[in-house]
């Protein structure tokens, strides 16, 4: 028996930005590489294989989830956000906005999960001091900005929301 002969696929359904997606996956299959490969969804990035970097951040349930570090299996039954659910009918999330202008992008590699990783505290807490954005991000690596106008673009996503 080869090794694809021995290795049985798991039915797993989620809701990936409001959409339902049933798959059949490897048990060791991780969730990036689902969101990534199987779904085709590109925007979740992968930018380290010691589940440091926070590229890969999504929103799982409300919380915002390093996809490496969880399985596709361990997602089934759950909604799941990814950058590419940010916009609504053409028009930029307002995180989406403030990142492009208060520049609080270069490459942009990081940006997806930094955009995550910023909804989910803005949800929790509307209204974020320096030291809370700082602390949320603490698990989000930039290797670009220096993080200065990532802190300013929160701040002004976090201004934008309050005024909606
Ligand atoms: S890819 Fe770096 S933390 Fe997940
Ligand atoms: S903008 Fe390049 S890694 Fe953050």
Redesign the pocket.
Known sequence: MNMSESTQLVPITVSVNGKTCQRQVEPRLLL?EFIRETLGLTGT?????????????VIVDGDAV????MLAVQADGSEILTVEGLERDGVLHPLQQAFSSNHGLQCGYCTP?MLMSSLALLADNPNPTRKDIRKQLA?NICRCTGYQNIIKSIEAAASAMQED
């Open positions: 990036v990035h992968i930018g380290c294989d010691t589940s440091f970097c926070g590229a890969c951040t390093k996809s490496c570090t999960g698990g």
